[in-house]
């Protein structure tokens, strides 16, 4: 049982990390590198010299580590709160008693026309929020790799016509769990997605070949689950894709708190960083808050 | 005429004018040292290497000077807002369009029995907000240097009995404005204060040494001016202490931000350089508006 997970290892997570870890909180970071960070060149953050994301990034790594953090990389599939909060990633789960959430801006992952118009009508973005309105009846996961392998065995238990939809992609999966998708009997269509169709809601998927399927309703899963998706399945208050904050970057869920990008405002290191270290402190206020 | 002046030369400050030069704002900033800053090693500011105070500020100051940011190492006396902004220095006048004020955590200046109770009722700390209450009565400026010089320069149009109350301090002011005080017959007194007596209102004040004296108010212009006195002067909401910014770093009045510890929160490298940032950015987009 970890005392705080961190999702996200870019300047913000790392920044709240080296406040935990100072604190004596058992800490883990759960995240991947992220490129864009690491092949950008760094010279607007004050007092720090001019130097490559990648050498930044990995300047923040050994501060968390020398403070004993823990390190992870691995991609989050899911977050559960139960009497702890439950972190599924594709290796394994994990436990602690609060979570901040750095995982950068999400980026838009695909973009098919009537998306948008049929979003909360047939579209839907988390199986754990909204699956219940589709038992027994025939849904598609879009997706191509664990996290819509993920999404999948949410929704097994809602209805069993299930189909994943790749859009074109390759699905870049864990062997077993495409063996055990397959032994279960979903239904796998590579086909690119032309157009959603429907009238107040979704009926149905034109595919880019002409073909047609009729669908009731579909999940997104596409690409790595952002910290939007996350917040959603959380019950934390989304404003315009930014997970909404305190001024001690907490959310509306207690023992979460959120710092950097995936909050909004500006999108800088110098940012990241000083509402990552704000995160980290009232992290460790809230855990003292909670032992009394 | 600048377009932003920054007041403080700390990591607040120093990462406000890297945006603000870096996106052609003319700017200015006016700080002096700060030597407690100096003489911390900090190593709990991600991603950055482990320094000195020191090294740190040296960074930050030539990143301002490569984007073009004028420095100059001036006290602030008074900031009044016109049609644009007009700053007094020990040294001489600036104008500028908008300001940023990171000045670091006020500290308690003086500790005198009685201070607290009589403030605002004979006890103020801005002559240009609360003077006029006194005019043609007998009042007391607590100060040694050139901040005290400034507010008796202020007194002077509201009454002609002034006393310049130095609480044992030696004098440290400019010759000249000294020999101006004195030309002008303001009464300096060096003893140490013992305490404010009174009832309702401020009385007297009684010496260490068992001396009186009578008093209808008194002004505190101790040591220097800390972001709380520049923001009283404007009408900046304060609040306990700390200079009130929403998430934009902007004060209630147009045009003036602030930012790091002056705005309380937790006092950090980390969030001064992250805040400065935010700062600097929204000043811009103020000054774009203001064009229009």
Redesign the interface.
């Known amino acids: 049982m970890y005392d705080v997970i961190i999702i996200g290892k870019g300047?913000a997570g790392?920044?709240s990390s080296?406040?935990t870890g100072?604190g004596n909180l058992k800490t883990l970071i759960i995240g991947k590198d992220s490129e864009a960070l690491e092949k950008a060149y760094i010279?607007?953050?004050?007092?720090?010299?001019?130097q490559t994301g990648k050498e930044?990034?990995h300047?923040?790594i050994k501060?968390a580590l020398d403070v004993g953090v823990d390190i992870v990389e691995e991609e989050v599939l899911d977050i559960k709160k139960e009497s702890e909060f439950v972190i599924t990633t594709d290796t394994k789960e994990y436990k602690s008693k609060s979570v901040i959430i750095a995982t950068g801006k999400p980026k838009i992952k695909i973009d098919i026309p009537g998306i948008n118009k049929y979003e909360a009508k047939g579209v839907h973005y988390c199986v754990a929020c909204d699956g219940f309105f589709y038992k027994d009846t025939k849904v598609g996961v879009i997706g191509y790799n664990d996290y819509a392998y993920h999404e999948i065995l949410e929704l097994e238990s809602i209805t069993k016509d299930i189909t994943l939809f790749t859009n074109g992609k390759d699905i870049e999966m864990k062997k077993e769990n495409l063996d055990e998708l397959k032994s279960k009997d979903i239904n796998i269509n590579k086909k690119r997605i032309g157009v959603l169709e429907g009238n107040d809601y979704l009926e149905k998927i034109s595919f880019e070949d002409g073909s047609e399927e009729e669908i009731d309703g579909i999940f997104v899963a596409y690409g790595t689950a952002s910290s939007v998706d996350f917040a959603r399945k959380l019950g934390i208050t989304i404003d315009n894709q930014n997970i909404l904050v305190d001024?001690n970057q907490q959310t509306n869920i207690p023992g979460i708190f959120a710092a950097g990008d995936c909050t909004g405002?500006?999108t800088?290191?110098?940012?990241?960083?000083?509402?990552?270290?704000?995160a980290g402190?009232r992290t460790k206020t809230y855990l003292q808050k909670l032992k009394k």
């Open positions: 300047p790392l920044s080296i406040y100072r010279s607007n953050f004050c007092c720090a010299e001019e930044l990034i300047k923040g501060q001024d405002g500006i800088q290191v110098a940012t990241a960083v000083g509402q990552g270290s704000t402190i």
